[in-house]
């Protein structure tokens, strides 16, 4: 066993212990299965996990996450993420949170001039293409700070999701709202 998997470990039977502390029955309620309010697209980013920024307890967000909280249609991990929080677990709210000092904004930002990278078929270079159509000219990604370029992508997202077929057909009554979460201060900022 490595040094990192003991912490792991440890650390989650702390977890495990503090719960019980405050409620022994806590993981018979998780077992008998979930109704979460929201589904929630966020980035990977180490730094974001949303149900931390939140203060939510387990079993209230269904999350999917990715590189800069993108909605690209051809994506069916999303997609079926989105289809079953819609379908089945019939979530009341979507929640898009983008977040600053986004790696895959910058990325995606820095290559603009660099379109010969996009060829590369490395899955990272081919998913910043993606971001790339959610950020301004390269002009603008200079001039705007990273909250602005963080909720320009956000609300590009939203607009991607209310075309999504998906949405479309499940969800266009569930409202959709857009946070950007800061972490110069660490809170959420709603920006629809
Ligand atoms: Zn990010």
Same mark, same amino acid.
């Given at each position: 066993?490595?040094?990192?998997?003991?912490?792991?470990?440890?650390?989650?039977? $702390?977890?495990?212990?503090?719960?019980? !502390? !405050?409620?022994?029955?806590?993981?018979?309620?998780?077992?008998?299965? $979930? /109704?979460?309010?929201?589904?929630?697209?966020?980035? /990977?980013?180490?730094?974001?996990?949303?149900?931390?920024?939140?203060?939510?307890?387990?079993?209230?967000?269904?999350?999917?996450?990715?590189?800069?909280?993108?909605?690209?249609? =051809?994506?069916?991990?999303?997609?079926?993420?989105?289809?079953?929080?819609? %379908?089945?677990?019939?979530? %009341?709210?979507?929640?898009?949170?983008?977040?600053? !000092?986004?790696?895959?904004?910058?990325?995606?930002?820095?290559?603009?001039?660099? !379109?010969?990278?996009? $060829? %590369?078929?490395? =899955?990272?270079?081919?998913?910043? /293409?993606?971001?790339?159509?959610?950020?301004?000219?390269?002009? $603008?990604?200079?001039?705007?700070?990273?909250?602005?370029?963080?909720?320009?992508?956000?609300?590009?997202?939203?607009?991607?999701?209310?075309?999504?077929?998906?949405?479309?057909?499940?969800?266009?009554?569930?409202?959709?709202?857009?946070?950007?979460?800061?972490?110069?201060?660490?809170?959420?900022?709603?920006?629809?």
């Amino acid at each position: 066993m490595t040094l990192t998997e003991t912490n792991l470990i440890k650390q989650n039977e $702390q977890f495990v212990t503090e719960i019980l !502390q !405050q409620d022994p029955a806590y993981f018979h309620k998780l077992v008998k299965g $979930q /109704s979460p309010e929201y589904f929630v697209l966020a980035c /990977s980013d180490s730094r974001v996990s949303p149900s931390v920024t939140a203060n939510m307890p387990l079993g209230n967000m269904f999350v999917h996450r990715n590189v800069a909280n993108q909605v690209v249609e =051809g994506d069916h991990s999303f997609s079926a993420g989105l289809y079953y929080a819609l %379908k089945h677990l019939k979530v %009341k709210k979507i929640l898009i949170e983008g977040h600053t !000092q986004c790696g895959g904004i910058q990325a995606a930002c820095e290559m603009k001039q660099e !379109q010969s990278n996009l $060829q %590369k078929d490395d =899955g990272f270079h081919l998913w910043v /293409s993606e971001i790339q159509q959610n950020v301004p000219s390269k002009h $603008q990604c200079d001039e705007l700070t990273s909250f602005e370029l963080s909720k320009l992508n956000v609300l590009n997202q939203i607009e991607n999701l209310k075309k999504h077929p998906v949405y479309i057909k499940y969800g266009s009554n569930v409202d959709i709202i857009g946070f950007v979460f800061d972490l110069s201060s660490g809170k959420l900022q709603k920006v629809t």
